[in-house]
């Protein structure tokens, strides 16, 4: 399986999607979006006076490069998921192994998301509860949903089972200690963590710490916050800062191609450029009355419509209007400012 090999060799995620790639299709969305696209792309060139031929040439072509473009976007998704699949399996049976030969106890199953306030809400849910102990079968691991970053914290809430005769050493009174998952996948570049099980040794000191619960974090985040929110105030801009930007599951809202791929601007943003400018975004602006989360990053901003699972639209920065820019700046300041 190529999922296997590309984890023995170390390969990063994006190179073992470029080998599952040739092996799937499109899902059914995104061929409706392909169909859709061609169809813009072909009209556009009519109205243009080109011949019907050459406008479906035209547009057979287009089709087939966004194709490739949808494509390489999924087989992303389903090597990084399938990757989170076997990471936390593998975690999972390491620890069972550890308590079967008496290494350490029974654990509390914690639910651990990827750090950030980017979490969809389905995670954010289980966020830092006990979804379930090792002694117990059917316990929901991660992944939850498609390019979920989730993984379980192992609380020792019990002794190791002793399995020798030896005489039991004093017992030295400490508390239950935690064996963190080390294979927390990273948010934005899915690379591959070599595969450790859990070191079972019960004096393990956690090795990362959540940055949500990093006081400094969300300090600095406060600061970045305010300052976008005093700006939108002075600029007049209606909506809320959200800061970090949410974190939406959005693998399966559908891309509204005829809205963002306009008359105006027929081959403006990609679907997979419009979901990059949502997962890169610097931070959102949340506009109750519609409903919409805005994202704006550096390279563009993606509308979308959370409630109606929906991309509204999406463009680049050079479209910005002129106050967003000011935005844009004084986020890249206030960061500036903190690291210094
Ligand atoms: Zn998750």
Redesign the pocket.
Known sequence: MVILLGQSNRMASRDIAKQVRPLIGLNERQAAANLNYREKVYNKYREQGMGEVKARERADKAAIKYAGKQHRFRAETIVHTELAFAYNRGAHMGVAQGIADGLMGRCAMKWS??GTNR??S??LALKDTIVGYTDESGVTL????PR???AIIYDEVAAPRRIDNKPKPPKPESKPTSVINPLLIPATVPMITPVVPPNPKPNNKPETTNPSDNPQQSDRDEKIKSALQTKMAELKLKGEIIFPPPELDFSDFTFDVAHTQGDKHPHDVTEEEARKFITEAYFAIEKRGANSYNFWGKEGATYVQPNLKRIRTAFKAEEYAPPYHELIEVYENALGNLQK
Do not use: I
């Open positions: 998301t990827a979490v969809c389905r995670c991660p992944p939850l949903h979920c970053r989730c």
